[in-house]
Nanobody, 129 residues
Framework: QVQLVESGGGLVQAGDSLRLSCAAS????????MGWFRQAPGKEREFVAS????????HYVDSAKGRFTISRDNARNTVYLQMNSLKPEDTATYYC??????????????????????WGQGTQVTVSS
């Protein structure tokens, strides 16, 4: 299975921006749909964004629409999450996830954690008021 390593988290103020990166290795990157999830202390893991293998289709949680952008560079085996206008409620550990796609769906994006095959170690994002 593919191995994933997130980076780019940090401590920022409300209204600031961050770009998270997820580097993949050990698998054929183009075979995987990719997603970002986050988990705050005491809360369930939450879907944030997903992207199809080609990058042509994306999906976001409502709270991220208009602020976050997921993208991928298949030549670099990397998926990104650009986060703008950050809010304190965005504070969480952010995880990158990969789903091996053998038979594509119409949309080819996934929003449930159990659908994914591989996970990164997470990167912390903290947004102060």
């Amino acid at each position: 299975q593919v191995q994933l390593v997130e980076s780019g988290g940090g401590l920022v103020q409300a209204g600031d921006s961050l770009r998270l990166s997820c580097a993949a290795s050990g698998g054929r990157f183009i075979s995987y749909s990719m997603g970002w999830f986050r988990q705050a202390p005491g809360k369930e893991r939450e879907f944030v964004a997903s992207i199809s293998r080609s990058g042509g289709r994306t999906h976001y949680v409502d709270s991220a629409k208009g602020r976050f952008t997921i993208s991928r560079d298949n030549a670099r085996n990397t998926v990104y999450l650009q986060m703008n206008s950050l809010k304190p409620e965005d504070t969480a550990t952010y995880y990158c996830a990969a789903k091996l796609v053998k038979i594509a769906t119409l949309v080819e994006t996934y929003e449930y954690a159990h659908e994914y095959d591989s996970w990164g170690q997470g990167t912390q994002v903290t947004v102060s008021s």
